[in-house]
């Protein structure tokens, strides 16, 4: 049920942002689902929200995009999001990463931008591999590693994608080897 709620929610922000031609890339476990699916549709993990990628100035355009949707804007301890009008659960909302603007203030690198996003099978725009890497390696919390060693293991993650990380998000990288 949880899994199906995630989905439906991913719908209706994605198709609400498409019809209102808002620049987006989904982000997160969503996209990491998107690209493990492309290898291997088993080994997809379930997650319980939708994080996904914006600019700011397109934050409230977004928001009238979504309200039709049922979807309305808040903000919990800083983190703006998207929670359904009649059940608003920040816990399996959709959450927004500002593109261009580092995640937490203790970043050393910025999110990427929304131009870097492509189609995804699913038929919504997902961030390219290369910059979800980065920003997994970033915020490099367990679920974060987890969603990593599945791209290893599958092997999506290729030497150019490697070659092109920051040296300080290539040593992450390298350190979870020992997580295997």
């Not at 999110?111 to 591999?129: F, K, N, Q």
Request: glycine share 6%; aromatic share 4%; with cysteine.
């Amino acid at each position: 049920m949880a899994v199906e709620h995630v989905e439906r929610l991913l719908r209706r922000v994605t198709s609400a942002l498409d019809a209102a031609a808002i620049a987006y890339a989904v982000v997160g476990g969503n996209a990491v689902a998107a690209w493990v699916a492309t290898v291997d549709d088993g080994a997809v993990r379930a997650t319980k929200d939708v994080d996904v990628l914006l600019r700011r100035s397109d934050f409230d355009r977004a928001a009238a995009a979504l309200e039709p949707a049922g979807m309305i804007p808040i903000e919990v301890l800083g983190v703006p999001m998207f929670v359904d009008r009649e059940k608003p659960n920040p816990k399996t909302a959709c959450h927004v990463i500002f593109a261009n603007e580092n995640v937490r203030a203790s970043d050393r690198h910025a999110a990427p931008d929304v131009t870097h996003a492509v189609e995804s099978p699913g038929g919504y725009r997902v961030l390219e591999l290369g910059e979800l890497v980065a920003m997994k390696l970033q915020a490099y919390r367990l679920v974060d590693r987890v969603h990593l060693l599945d791209l290893r293991r599958l092997g999506l993650v290729r030497p150019a994608i490697l070659e092109s990380l920051p040296a300080d998000l290539r040593e992450r990288w390298d350190a979870l080897e020992g997580e295997e």
